[in-house]
C-alpha cells in the first residue's frame, strides 16, 4: 500500500491527490525511471529494509512534504486528532522532514475533526480575529467557531450533513442559536479547501459589516 492510501484508509485527512506515492529504499540502483504520476519517498536509513510496510510517521511525512502548507496542516491534525501519532510520533516527523516545515508545528491542534475544520481554523488566523473551537452552546449544541462572540461557523461536509433529515436538524439549531443572538454561516467543505481566498473574503466582510 502506498503512503497517501494508508492514510486514507486510516481515516486520515489528505487534500486529493490522485498521484501513487511509494516507499523505496535509498540507493538501489536498480530503480526504473519513475512515471509522471509517481512520487518516490526515501525510506529512512533508521527502519529495517525487510520492513515491507509503510509506518505511519514515514506516511505522514510523505504526505506533508507532497502538500501545500494548510493542507499538510490538516494532515497532522487528522492523524493527531485520530490518535495515529502522539508528541513523540509528531517530533520524529518534524525530525525527518525539512527545515521549511518546521514552523507548521505550532500551527497544529487536534481537537479539528476535520481536514476542513483545520483550513478554517488558519484561515481565521489569517484574518487575526478572536475565535474559539469546538464550542458547546446552551440548546444549540456544539459548533465548529464562535468567531468574535457572534459568528457561529459550521464546516459542512457531505459525510456529515446529507439528507434532508440532517439539514432540518442543522437548521434547527441554527434557529435556536439566532434566539440567542448569534450569526450561523455553513460553507461548504469542497469551498473551504479549493475556494479559499473567496471564503476568507465572505467572513472578513461579515466581521467588517457587524
Do not use: N
Request: glycine content about 4%.
Amino acid at each position: 500500500m502506498d503512503c497517501v492510501s494508508l492514510l486514507r484508509t486510516l481515516g486520515v485527512y489528505v487534500l486529493s491527490d490522485t498521484r501513487l506515492h511509494v516507499q523505496v529504499t535509498p540507493h538501489r540502483s536498480s530503480l526504473a525511471p519513475a512515471e509522471p504520476d509517481v512520487v518516490r519517498h526515501w525510506r529512512p536509513a533508521s527502519l529495517p529494509t525487510s520492513a515491507t510496510a509503510v509506518d505511519i510517521v514515514s506516511a505522514v511525512v510523505a504526505a506533508v512534504r507532497c502538500q501545500e502548507p494548510r493542507a499538510a496542516v490538516a494532515t497532522l491534525d487528522s492523524a493527531w486528532h485520530l490518535g495515529l501519532i502522539d508528541e513523540t510520533a509528531i517530533a520524529e516527523a518534524f525530525r525527518r522532514l525539512p527545515q521549511r516545515h518546521r514552523s507548521l508545528r505550532s500551527l497544529m491542534d487536534p481537537s479539528a475533526e476535520s481536514g476542513p475544520e483545520t483550513l478554517m481554523r488558519l484561515i481565521l488566523r489569517s484574518l487575526g480575529c478572536r475565535f474559539e473551537t469546538q464550542v458547546r452552546i446552551p440548546t444549540v449544541g456544539r459548533v465548529d467557531f464562535v468567531v468574535e462572540g457572534w459568528l457561529i461557523i459550521e464546516c459542512d461536509s457531505r459525510a456529515h450533513h446529507e439528507g434532508w433529515e440532517a439539514q432540518k436538524r442543522d437548521r434547527r439549531r441554527d434557529l435556536a442559536a439566532a434566539a440567542l443572538g448569534y450569526a450561523t454561516v455553513r460553507p461548504l467543505a469542497e469551498d473551504i479547501q479549493y475556494h479559499r481566498d473567496r471564503v476568507r473574503t465572505s467572513i472578513s466582510c461579515a466581521l467588517a459589516r457587524h
